[in-house]
């Protein structure tokens, strides 16, 4: 979304992915950066990103009812880049070994918290008509119907050709080239990229490939048992 939004809001241009980092031109609101980057002189419309649950948004979130995409993974997904991530995130404790890492994963004992809260929570939000919920597997699936879906949910107007150029260049061998989007220019005493790219393989189940049987069937037990009341359809279903 931070290479999508921008290209969307300024009408395909390309400058708005090559002139500033991800982290700045669409920031996290979690991140300490955010608070010297000014963003409340930023002009409208302003763009942001977060990992926070809803219940943790602030109250002028809740008055300013902006537009919110809010993007789900397949949890095992979730779960396989996790656990990359934090291998190679100097700023995080290191995941140990897979299974020991998997249950952690499974009770919510990680960075940001429960999966299942936090989708939980977003789907229940309250006023819906301002939140737009769409999938990673959605975007690998069909780019270009989603960037026109998420052109129209933000009120912008694009021609086809403009929405195939902005899914053209938010392909993901296009985003891991693009050195103000793959992270590269991050110090490595926080990201350390020797040990693996933060943009690693931008496909959908490569859980498939890490996960054991065993772990897979636990894993859809728990999901299971926590999601038993969401009737929202996922698309890895």
């Known amino acids: 979304m931070q290479e999508i939004l921008p290209l969307i809001i300024s009408g395909g241009d390309p400058a708005s992915v090559e002139s500033l980092p991800n982290w700045d ?9 955010a608070s010297i980057l000014q963003l409340e002189e930023r002009p409208s419309p302003r ?3 977060t990992h926070l649950h809803y219940d ?7 008055q300013a009812k902006p ?27 290191k995941p ?9 994963f499974l009770d919510g004992k990680v960075i940001f918290g429960s999966w299942f809260d936090h989708v939980k929570g977003w789907l229940n939000a309250e006023e819906k008509q301002h939140i737009m919920y769409i999938s990673y597997e959605e975007l690998i699936k069909d780019l270009n119907k989603s960037v ?5 949910f933000l009120g912008k107007a694009l021609d086809p050709e403009v929405i195939e150029k902005i899914a053209d260049r938010c392909l993901f061998i296009n985003m891991k080239n693009n050195p103000m989007s793959n992270y590269s220019g991050v110090p490595r005493e926080f990201m350390d990229q020797t040990k693996g790219q933060f943009l690693r393989k931008g496909v959908a ?8 049987p065993e772990e897979a069937e636990h894993f859809d037990a728990v999901f299971k048992e926590k999601m038993k009341h ?3 359809k996922f698309a890895w279903d």
């Open 25 to 33: 031109r669409v920031p996290w609101l979690e991140e300490t950066r």
């Open 47 to 49: 763009m942001l990103t």
């Open 56 to 62: 943790m948004m602030p109250p002028s979130f809740f």
């Open 67 to 93: 537009k919110v995409i809010y993007v789900m993974r397949n949890p095992k997904d979730v779960f396989t880049s996790s656990f990359h991530y934090c291998n190679m995130a100097s700023f995080l404790v």
């Open 96 to 104: 140990g070994p897979q299974s020991e890492f998997l249950q952690k």
């Open 148 to 152: 026109n879906r998420i052109a129209q």
């Open 205 to 212: 189940g490569d859980w498939k490939n890490h996960l054991t």
């Open 230 to 232: 969401v009737k929202y």
